[in-house]
């Protein structure tokens, strides 16, 4: 039987051209009409999030480190524990920095010598989040009251940013505090608190301050989802082009018990309802669990590891 037009290999390769041609020209109503069947271009349903995996301690010189993948999102966090002075104002607490880097290799967008504008947004963002959930108890962090405390510094490295780039950052950030293992500390000779290498366990050194390496004891983990709001439709964990594409975004920070940490609107011409907003919640509640039993197995396999 003859093949008709159609069915030829250079008849679907130009369809495929044409339709790509569409996309590029006019997004937005190509977007519209994928919207109307309640499926997006990549196939997802409108709330799905895309495929997510945690890789927990890859980076052998940090204390707590995790590599996360949202889709083609992917996020490095890493955290370095140094000793330090405690302020006078918190003299029983450790302390928390945070810093967010996009170098040239993550976006298209950025430039080599020109730091991203969303970089230090994002770093606030994290910070805040982290700190409103109360998943560090700082005073976990102290040694000696008012005279030796850890600092914990989080740098976060995108490697491609594809999307939904706070919730992948507070995601890392999180499977690294949930990996971070606090080390052995003890004084020297002229009274400084100084740290117990492997090399010199069993040696001849100070009796350790703490008896032994410990995780922290984290309470509630906040985990985020962002949205793209666009007409009706509620578009869950955007990529970059539906960012681009579509200007309304808003992010829910949730803890691990359900309750709102924070959320953000970022631009946009759509008006939130309390529908609106009530689906988003519902949303963020449903990837919550997600993000917490992806987590949890990430852990365990760390484990037996």
């Known amino acids: 039987m003859a093949s008709t037009d159609g069915d030829r290999p250079e008849s679907k390769l130009a369809a495929e051209i044409e339709v790509e041609a569409y996309r590029r020209l006019f997004p937005l109503p190509y977007y519209d009409r994928h919207l109307v069947e309640s499926v997006r271009p990549d196939g997802r349903a409108l709330g799905q999030a895309r495929e997510t995996t945690i890789a927990v301690g890859p980076v052998s010189s940090a204390n707590g480190s995790a590599l996360v993948k949202l889709g083609d999102t992917t996020m490095l966090a890493a955290i370095k524990l140094e000793v330090m002075t405690p302020s006078t104002k918190s003299p029983d607490e450790g302390s928390l ?46 040694l000696v009251s008012g005279k030796a405390a850890w600092m914990a510094y989080l740098d976060i490295y995108c490697l491609n940013a ?5 919730d992948a950052a507070l995601l890392s950030a999180t499977a690294a505090f949930s990996h971070l293992q606090i080390p052995l500390v003890s004084l020297n000779d002229s009274g400084r608190v100084i740290t117990i290498s492997e090399e010199q366990k069993g040696k001849s050194v100070s009796e350790p301050l703490n008896k032994e390496i ?16 666009h007409d009706k439709h509620i578009l869950a964990d955007p990529t970059s082009e539906e960012e681009s594409v579509m200007d309304t975004h808003v992010t829910v920070v949730l803890d691990s018990k359900g309750r709102l940490v924070s959320s953000y609107k970022a631009g946009g011409s759509v008006l939130l309802s309390r529908s609106m907003i009530k689906n988003c919640m519902e949303i963020a509640k449903q990837r919550m669990e997600e993000l917490g039993e992806i987590l949890k197995e990430s852990l365990s396999a760390m484990e037996i590891d």
């Not at 594809?162 to 706070?166: K, N």
């Not at 995780?215 to 709001?229: D, E, G, Q, R």
């Open 214 to 229: 410990r995780k922290l004891a984290i309470k509630n983990t906040p985990f985020s989802l962002t949205c793209i709001l």
């Open 97 to 142: 920095a945070v810093d967010f880097y996009m170098p040239p290799i993550c976006s298209p967008s950025i430039r080599p010598g020109r730091p991203a504008d969303t970089a230090p947004v994002i770093a606030k963002q994290l910070s805040d989040a982290i700190s409103s959930s109360g998943m560090i108890n700082l005073k976990e962090l102290s």
């Open 162 to 166: 594809d999307g939904s780039l706070f």
